[in-house]
């Protein structure tokens, strides 16, 4: 019976709460507790908490708060992805996130959270990213096409289930691993495929989609999946 239970926690989605606001972290962890797919592993008040924790622990999904006290959340991205490179990451601000997606996400985030999202929205963001796609909650799709319109973005102008149609079984595949933050030269390595055939599937890609950036087309393809 014990191993059924050690194997039933082993296949959990390992989370770390990384927040020094208490109230709504240990919430956080109180709420998502109720959900059988998610085991929050810890809390971590701020980044050297939060590397400490890294270090000694595998996770698989990692709650970042875009203020902390002592580093500013878009700056933990990179120090995050050295310790564990697979580590997904979903941003969390209870503020107008203007200004931080784009740079989040070429950092290597994979999506964001507005604070007052319900729990159930959020353990679908933390499923999500774990599967390897990225996540934005509704709610931000006001503050995307701003940063769209500011940055020179451009934003799916098809139906999404003809954006799904647009793209073959191995330019999912990239794209896929694009949104979890890979350079082409890893994305060759991770499908055993030559990185000159990355470089023409990711023209192809931003072809398709009708965009000029590996963003935009992460940031397109975060409406399909």
């Not at 709420?31 to 890294?54: T, Y």
């Not at 319900?118 to 940063?147: D, H, N, W």
């Not at 330019?171 to 350079?183: D, F, P, T, Y």
Request: proline fraction near 4%.
């Amino acid at each position: 019976m014990s191993t059924n239970s050690e194997e039933f926690e082993k296949a959990k989605v390992k989370v770390l709460v990384v927040d020094d606001h208490t109230l709504f972290a240990e919430g956080t962890v109180s709420l998502l507790s109720f959900d059988p797919r998610i085991a929050v592993v810890g809390i971590a008040k701020n980044g050297m908490e939060c590397q400490s924790i890294m270090s000694e622990t595998e996770l698989d999904v990692v709650l970042l708060d875009i203020n902390l006290p002592d580093i500013s959340g878009m700056e933990l991205i990179e120090r995050i992805k050295e310790i564990q490179p697979a580590v997904k990451i979903l941003m969390l601000t209870e503020y107008n996130p203007q200004g931080y997606v784009t740079k989040s996400i070429s950092k290597g985030a994979n999506g964001f959270l507005l604070k007052d999202c319900s729990v159930k929205e959020m353990a679908q963001g933390i499923i999500r990213v774990y599967q390897g796609g990225v996540y934005f909650c509704p709610e931000l799709e006001t503050f995307l096409q701003p940063v769209a319109k500011n940055e020179k973005l451009h934003f799916p102008n098809k139906p999404v289930e003809t954006l799904r149609k647009l793209l073959n079984q191995r330019e999912v595949e990239i794209i896929e691993l694009a949104s979890r933050g890979l350079h082409n030269k890893e994305i060759a390595l991770a499908l055993g495929i030559n990185e000159r055939d990355v470089d023409q599937h990711v023209s192809n890609i931003l072809s398709k989609l009708e965009v000029n950036t590996r963003l935009e087309a992460v940031l397109n393809w975060a409406y399909v999946v």
